[in-house]
T-cell receptor, first 113, second 121 residues
Framework: DQQVKQNSPSLSVQEGRISILNCDYT??????FLWYKKYPAEGPTFLIS?????DKNEDGRFTVFLNKSAKHLSLHIVPSQPGDSAVYFC????????????FGSGTQLTVLP | GAVVSQHPSRVICKSGTSVKIECRSL??????MFWYRQFPKQSLMLMAT?????????EQGVEKDKFLINHASLTLSTLTVTSAHPEDSSFYIC?????????????????FGPGTRLLVL
């Protein structure tokens, strides 16, 4: 039972355009969400997070949007750069627990020059 | 961000041997660390939660006698794969839990190590 789903295994975007990565979750107890970027044979790198009390969080070129009613979050990267090409994982956690993260299956983003 | 290191980055061993992987938080103290494994083209799967000074909490289906976890200090957790077999070959990644501002009210993030590639022949 996948509690965090990333339905698009891959996404290709032209350099300079916007990349939109989507993530859906089923567990309404999740109240903290994170996005990680991962290159092959490396550990994930934290990008940005959002708690359920917010619907938007922005950090430079990265913006995360949270729609609690739809149990959906998205990561926007603008403008996209070739160096952004990587696998992006969304993750969810429940406050007050050991903050174990439940990961989605990842989306491979390719930014074309 | 916080830096987490793992050692070794890559290990090849014979079937039946034990392998120890170290996870260190370099510039902060981590009372909680997590161990994950990742198979090719799959997501990260949580294996266990490592708490400093107490026993690790294992996820369902993870053999605690096979994957020994020790969190002896606030900056070091170790994962020992005992009597490794080829099916244990995988990419093992640790993470450390960081709370902004300390205490239970701050925002938390997990920072990951670079991973350890284990190949059991």
């Amino acid at each position: 039972d996948q509690q965090v789903k990333q339905n698009s295994p891959s996404l290709s975007v032209q350099e300079g355009r916007i990349s939109i990565l989507n993530c859906d979750y089923t567990n309404s107890m999740f109240d903290y969400f994170l996005w990680y970027k991962k290159y092959p044979a490396e550990g994930p790198t934290f990008l940005i997070s959002i708690s359920s009390i917010k619907d938007k969080n922005e950090d430079g070129r990265f913006t995360v949007f949270l729609n609690k009613s739809a149990k959906h979050l998205s990561l926007h990267i603008v403008p996209s750069q070739p160096g952004d090409s990587a696998v992006y994982f969304c993750a969810a956690a429940i406050t007050g627990s050991a903050r174990q993260l439940t990961f989605g299956s990842g989306t491979q983003l390719t930014v074309l020059p | 961000g916080a830096v987490v290191s793992q050692h070794p980055s890559r290990v090849i061993c014979k079937s039946g041997t034990s392998v120890k992987i170290e996870c260190r938080s370099l510039d902060f103290q981590a009372t909680t660390m997590f161990w994950y494994r990742q198979f090719p083209k799959q997501s990260l799967m949580l294996m266990a939660t490592s708490n400093e000074g107490s026993k690790a909490t294992y996820e369902q289906g993870v053999e605690k006698d096979k994957f020994l976890i020790n969190h002896a200090s606030l900056t070091l957790s170790t994962l020992t794969v005992t009597s490794a077999h080829p099916e244990d070959s995988s990419f093992y990644i640790c993470s450390a839990r960081v709370v902004a501002g300390g205490g239970s009210g701050g925002e938390e993030t997990q920072y990951f190590g670079p991973g350890t590639r284990l190949l059991v022949l």
